[in-house]
Structure formats: structure tokens, C-alpha cells
């Protein structure tokens, strides 16, 4: 008897080890996981392959462009969304305040870096609205370039998750 649940159980680990789980999202923005391949679909890894690895990295080895810095201002940050917001609401806006003190020096350029994208704000202002940025989670930093283009002031990077509001009675 020992000896068939040895075998059963090998088998099983093996049928699971190969299984697949697949992720799309649909034309509403909902996020979907199944066993099923649909059209477009990318398949997920439940498991690392090798070992476990940090959210963020160890002390000392950001990436340059992630590293907070206040460069000549007195004060640079993201003050909303605030990090780790889970924002529920019926449009793909988000509404973004800045902190920026003194205001944007002379040949100083505002950047606002979404999801690794840079967009430039011409009119150096600290408060803005980003239309059609997607139902999903997102990075946001916002960066001080100089004329040249080096990057002098950066804020810490905020992650945020931005979710479609369903009207009540309607099932997601």
C-alpha cells in the first residue's frame, strides 16, 4: 500500500509541476487567470526558478534613475497618490500633486516617469491629471532634469494600483 501512494504521489507532483496558468486582461480592464490558453494570453510562473527574490533591492544598488535625491531643492516628493494606493474609481485618471520646493529653477526641466516612461511636464507644474494610463499597477517617480539633461532632484519611486469601480448590483 505504501508503495502505490509513493507512486500516485510522484505522479501528481509531476502533472503539477507542468501545468500552466495563463493571464490576460479583457477590453474592461479586469485581469483574468486560467489553466485555458486563450488568444493573447502570457503564461505566469507560480513558482521562482531560482530561489526567492527581494522585492526591492539591497541597500546600495538601486538603479540610478530610482535613487531619491532633493539636489538644490529644499523639498521634492510625490504627495499623492500616496505609495501602496489602491485607487478605485470609474475612469483610468490619475491625479498627481507634487512637492517642489523653491519652484522649478531657471533651464530645469520636470519630468514624470510612469512605468519606466519618461513624460516631460513643459509647463513645470506640480499639480497634473493623467488621462488613460490603464487599470492596472503602476510606477510612478518624478524627476528634476538640468539643462543639459542629467537628472539633479528625484523623488523615491511609488507604487500604486489603480482598479475600475463596479456600479452596485454589477458583479466584476
Not at 491625479?95 to 523653491?102: A, E, G, R
Request: charged share 20%.
Amino acid at each position: 500500500m505504501v508503495r502505490y501512494a509513493f507512486v500516485v504521489l510522484c505522479v501528481l507532483a509531476t502533472s503539477a509541476r507542468s501545468a500552466e496558468i495563463f493571464r490576460w486582461v479583457d477590453a474592461e480592464g479586469h485581469t483574468h487567470f486560467s489553466d485555458r490558453r486563450p488568444a493573447d494570453a502570457e503564461v505566469q510562473r507560480l513558482v521562482p526558478e531560482a530561489g526567492i527574490r527581494p522585492d526591492r533591492p539591497p541597500d546600495g544598488t538601486e538603479s540610478a534613475g530610482d535613487v531619491p535625491s532633493l539636489g538644490p531643492y529644499r523639498a521634492f516628493d510625490i504627495l499623492a497618490p500616496t505609495a501602496g494606493a489602491v485607487l478605485i474609481q470609474p475612469i483610468d485618471t490619475l491625479d498627481i500633486h507634487l512637492q517642489l520646493d523653491p519652484p522649478l529653477l531657471e533651464g530645469h526641466q520636470l519630468d514624470l516617469v510612469l512605468d519606466g516612461r519618461a513624460i516631460a511636464i513643459a509647463s513645470g507644474s506640480t499639480q497634473l491629471q493623467m488621462e488613460g494610463v490603464g487599470f492596472q499597477t503602476h510606477r510612478l517617480q518624478a524627476r528634476v532634469r538640468d539643462a543639459r539633461g542629467t537628472i539633479v532632484a528625484a523623488t523615491p519611486s511609488h507604487e500604486l494600483d489603480l482598479r475600475r469601480s463596479t456600479p452596485p448590483g454589477v458583479l466584476p
